[in-house]
């Protein structure tokens, strides 16, 4: 049987013949068999040498860390709103407290917003709430349904009608002998604004028109009412004055007392001896209002002085107290107070800050898998006007890459108000197959 080796001698003898040369001698032959063999044992080496190398590459390049992906994110903008605009009063002078709203609105303890001048004006009925004050600092009642002493109504009393009505106050009856609880009178003199009643409750509580005047000054003093003057009890003198700013601490004053809260906050009420008695007051109910007095002496000096609860959507609603001085008519008051809660109200908003999915980063690796960094779930903010919105995210790194991992948060503030959402996988992060790890050697090993 033939050996390699034969076969390698003669294709070495027939490439001599056709090279020209003389037949071997069998020396040559011999040589040229230890060269082959040599040859030989060469090859096998090389090739061994290469094999082991390509199995250890290919084994290093299939366990190798692979580099980990890059994960860049961008704190989204702020929303912005509109500032809010607030309706003021376009006639006569006006002011407005607000209370409750601070953490929004800012300090509000003083006077919030304003129109015209501070200077004195007649304040007409509204004088009522004062003489209704300052009877009840005399003959206070226990709360707000406490219907107090009964007061009987003499023949002097019932002459008070006719005094009245010939100078076109609002009056209602008072039969001589005639009686009724102090909680019914002060009724009649606040809800239908009957001046009679509030001569007859004020001399009543005090014992002569001198007597009360003295006390209301001496009670207007005490309560830092400096820029109010009073020269009778019902307002139909133009010589009853006030300011707008010392017209908001009297209606804090009325606000506070029980009574006086509820009597101003009732629509219509049976009286003795009168029947049904209706508010001057149109706006109760309206936009929050729950008081307190209208005040009218023709045209030009038509008043409101109210209080209102006003509910923004922020928890407890808003406490507010305004006046309008100087109106041109009850109608033309009413609507300028409406329109100004109204504007108050829709102030407060809902602002959208995030929406479920809106895109915030994004995952990237060098073998082309990609994945989204979302917001998890929309949100919204209720705050004030145009408040500043401040939005804080903060993202790490994905544990799992699986679509939906929670890789951070995001918060925006307004005010007091805070609204938070997850950043989640949009998508998820998979392996690199292994052609990719055997042509990118140089993309291994930086896990």
Avoid at 266 to 275: F, K, Q
């Amino acid at each position: 049987m033939r050996t390699h080796d034969d076969v390698t001698e003669d294709l070495s003898e027939i490439a001599d013949l056709f090279q020209g040369a003389q037949a071997p001698t069998d020396a040559d032959r011999a040589v040229r068999r230890r060269r082959g063999r040599v040859g030989l044992l060469i090859t096998a080496i090389v090739l061994v040498l290469i094999l082991g190398a390509t199995g250890g590459y290919v084994w290093w390049a299939l366990a190798a860390p692979l580099p980990a992906p890059t994960v860049a994110s961008q704190t989204p903008a702020a929303p912005a709103s509109a500032a809010a605009v607030i309706a003021l009063p376009q006639e006569g002078a006006s002011a407005l407290s607000v209370s409750g709203g601070e953490a929004y609105l800012g300090e509000t303890s003083g006077i919030w917003a304003k129109t015209g001048t501070n200077d004195p004006r007649p304040m007409a009925s509204i004088t009522k709430l004062v003489t209704a004050l300052v009877v009840l600092e005399r003959k206070p009642l226990a709360d707000a349904i406490d219907p107090g002493p009964t007061i009987r109504f003499s023949k002097t009393d019932h002459d008070l009608y006719d005094k009245y009505y010939v100078q076109g106050a609002t009056i209602r009856a008072m039969p001589t002998g005639s009686s009724m609880s102090e909680r019914e009178a002060l009724a009649a003199m606040l809800i239908p604004s009957a001046s009679n009643y509030a001569e007859a409750v004020s001399t009543w509580a005090y014992g002569s028109q001198g007597a009360f005047l003295s006390a209301a000054r001496r009670w207007l003093a005490k309560n830092g009412l400096a820029e109010t003057r009073i020269v009778e009890p019902t307002g139909i003198s133009p010589k009853n004055t006030s300011t707008p700013a010392d017209l908001i601490a009297l209606g804090r004053l009325a606000a506070a007392n029980p009574a006086v809260a509820a009597i101003t906050a009732t629509r219509s009420m049976t009286l003795p001896n009168i029947g049904v008695v209706s508010n001057t007051n149109d706006l109760l109910g309206v936009e929050g209002v729950t008081g307190l007095k209208t005040g009218n002496l023709g045209d030009g000096a038509h008043n409101l002085l109210y209080t209102a609860s006003l509910d923004v959507g922020i928890g407890e609603p808003l406490a507010v107290v305004g006046v309008v001085l100087g109106g041109w008519s009850d109608r033309s008051v009413d609507a300028e107070v409406q329109a100004l809660l109204a504007s108050i109200r829709s102030g407060f908003h809902e602002v959208p800050v995030g929406s479920a999915g809106q895109v915030v980063g994004e995952v990237t690796t060098r073998w082309g898998d990609k994945a989204q960094l979302v917001i998890a779930e929309s949100a919204s903010l209720r705050t004030w006007s145009d408040t500043p919105i401040e939005v804080t995210m903060t993202t790490e790194k994905p544990k799992t890459y699986t679509d939906g991992e929670v890789v951070g948060s995001i918060t925006w503030t307004a005010g007091p108000n805070t609204a938070t959402s997850d950043i989640v996988l949009d998508g998820a992060i998979g392996q690199p197959d292994e052609v990719w790890r055997l042509k990118n050697p140089g993309e291994l090993g930086e896990g």
